[in-house]
């Protein structure tokens, strides 16, 4: 069982940055696939980004829409998964999820593929 709690989000202008976390519990989470989704008013839930865990190394992947804005990272010390944000857009608002399961794979970015999700977390970018 893994629970995971978002946070970082806030109100910020267009062009400016946000970093967001997820603390997960569980004693397992250096061997799950982290990710966020996001969903806007109106929008179905949406997939952001995705890092995989391996003892050799650690792969990522991103929509095509945040490419080069924002960046998914992991502390397995701290059972946390970030997402530094720049460059925020208006469109980049919505409420941002975290999701983890076990396995390990960036081709895990569909919604029915998480077991597990955090309370989410509002992001507002001000244009």
């Known amino acids: 069982q893994v629970q995971l709690e978002d946070s970082g989000g806030g109100l910020v202008q267009a062009g400016g940055s946000l970093r967001l976390s997820c603390a997960a519990s569980g004693r397992t989470f250096s061997r799950y696939t982290m990710a966020w989704f996001r969903q806007a008013p109106g929008k179905e839930r949406e997939f952001v980004a995705v890092i995989s865990w391996s003892v050799i190394q650690i792969a990522t992947a991103y929509a095509d829409s945040v490419k080069g804005r924002f960046t998914i990272s992991r502390d397995n010390a701290k059972n946390t998964v970030y997402l530094q944000m720049n460059s925020l857009k208006s469109e980049d608002t919505a409420i941002y999820y975290c999701?983890?399961?076990?396995?390990?794979?960036?081709?895990?970015?569909?919604?029915?593929?998480?077991?597990?999700w955090g309370q989410g977390t509002q992001v507002t970018v001000s244009s």
């Open positions: 999701a983890a399961r076990s396995g390990s794979s960036t081709d895990y970015t569909g919604i029915n593929d998480y077991n597990y």
